[in-house]
Each structure stands twice: as structure tokens, then as C-alpha cells.
């Protein structure tokens, strides 16, 4: 069964950073892509990041490029996200998935950015 255990989240003031990792299991890790989504209170949850394979190409969307980096260690299953100079705006519950997406989610782990 595909999962994914997301942890790394808190609380943090404006202009810290924190970094998330992503344990997957149940599927061929080095065979997809992956991806970190964020979901606001209240809003849809937005894909973020993504990684690719082999080569490893990443793609952020607008509202985090230059301050969010996404990579992967594929001999751990692991994906990670490195969050810089975070915003109040970045707050919410962030979950990887792999690519294309399984119904299956993780938990998720909280980020909240706040003085």
C-alpha cells in the first residue's frame, strides 16, 4: 500500500526557515516524480514543489521560487523541502505525493509562520 509520513513542521517566525521531510513506502520510490502540496486554512490544497527522475529537474510554483528548494534521496524514499525566509502566508498543513498522484495521502505536517 502507497504511503507517505510527512513530518519537520512548527511554529515559526517570519523570515525562518524549516525543512519537511517525506517518507514514502509501498511503491517503486526511484520510478516517479514527486511533489510537496500546501494547503491553507480554507483553501484547496496547491502543489508547491516538484522533483523529477531521473534527472532530478525541479519546478516550483510562483509563490514560493527563491525561497523553497525540493530534493530527494532515493536510496532513503525520502523527499525533502527546504523552506527559507517563510512567510505568514505559507501557513498550513504540507503533504508530498508522488507523481501521478496516489488517492492516498499522509497526515500531512503543520507549518504555522507567526510573530
Known amino acids: 500500500q502507497v504511503q507517505f509520513v510527512e513530518s519537520g513542521g512548527g511554529l515559526v517566525q517570519p523570515g525562518g526557515s524549516l525543512r519537511l521531510s517525506c517518507a514514502a513506502s509501498?511503491?517503486?520510490?526511484?520510478?516517479?516524480?514527486m511533489s510537496w502540496y500546501h494547503q491553507a486554512p480554507g483553501r484547496e490544497r496547491e502543489r508547491v514543489a516538484g522533483i523529477s527522475v531521473p534527472a532530478g529537474s525541479t519546478v516550483y510554483a510562483d509563490s514560493v521560487k527563491g525561497r523553497f528548494t525540493i530534493s530527494r534521496d532515493n536510496d532513503k524514499k525520502m523527499t525533502y523541502l527546504q523552506m527559507n525566509s517563510l512567510k505568514p502566508e505559507d501557513t498550513g498543513v504540507y503533504y508530498c505525493n508522488r507523481v501521478p498522484r496516489s488517492d492516498y495521502w499522509g497526515q500531512g505536517t503543520q507549518v504555522t509562520v507567526s510573530s
Open positions: 509501498g511503491f517503486t520510490f526511484s520510478n516517479y516524480a
